[in-house]
């Protein structure tokens, strides 16, 4: 059997080659990277972990970002949310039983947010998650999706490698 380290599930044939992240972006920029960190923390200030935490992997998803999918899957399992839900978010809109009405709002505004093809986010959607969401919230919740869009550029931009990340490291 081949694992690339305790998190991987064991193989009976090799895994592909892991591939090294074209740049090391916190390491040569390491004042941007600590401002991510801080306006991360201040984002998700007051909101409920498991909902950012589905939030961000929401985005991830979108953006195809592998490196945030493996921090924020690890990040809401170790802040009590089921595998389930994690696995059925990338399907919400047919799973909507296992979301309160509450996180529905809160993923579909991610998905209006990360997802600008129309170049707005739509009303109605803006109206479901105000209904759910006071202000502060709402606004903390905007600021969320935002920074994890920005963290989803530099990990994608920089391939950054998955597969690494413990719980909490970065907190």
């Known amino acids: 059997m081949t694992t690339t380290d305790e998190n991987t599930v064991p193989a009976t044939e090799p895994l592909a080659a892991e591939q090294s992240p074209r740049l090391e972006w916190a390491k040569h920029a390491p004042e941007v990277w600590k401002a991510m960190l801080r306006l991360d923390k201040a984002a998700t200030q007051g909101l409920d972990p498991k909902l950012s935490e589905l939030v961000k992997i929401r985005a991830s998803q979108l ?4 490196f945030c999918l493996d921090m924020h899957t690890k990040d809401a399992l170790a802040a009590g949310e089921s595998v389930e839900r994690i696995v059925q978010l990338a399907a919400w809109e047919e799973s909507r ?3 309160t009405e509450k996180e529905l709002a809160a993923i579909e505004l991610t998905e209006a947010v990360t997802v600008l093809t129309d170049g707005f986010v739509p009303d109605e959607v803006y109206g479901r998650a105000a209904a759910h969401f006071g202000e ?3 606004a903390q919740l905007i600021s969320a999706i935002a920074v994890i869009n920005t963290w989803n550029r530099f990990g994608v931009t920089c391939r950054l490698t998955p597969g690494h990340y413990r719980p909490g490291q970065h907190a």
């Open 63 to 66: 953006n195809h970002c592998a």
């Open 97 to 99: 039983h296992f979301y």
């Open 136 to 138: 502060a919230e709402l």
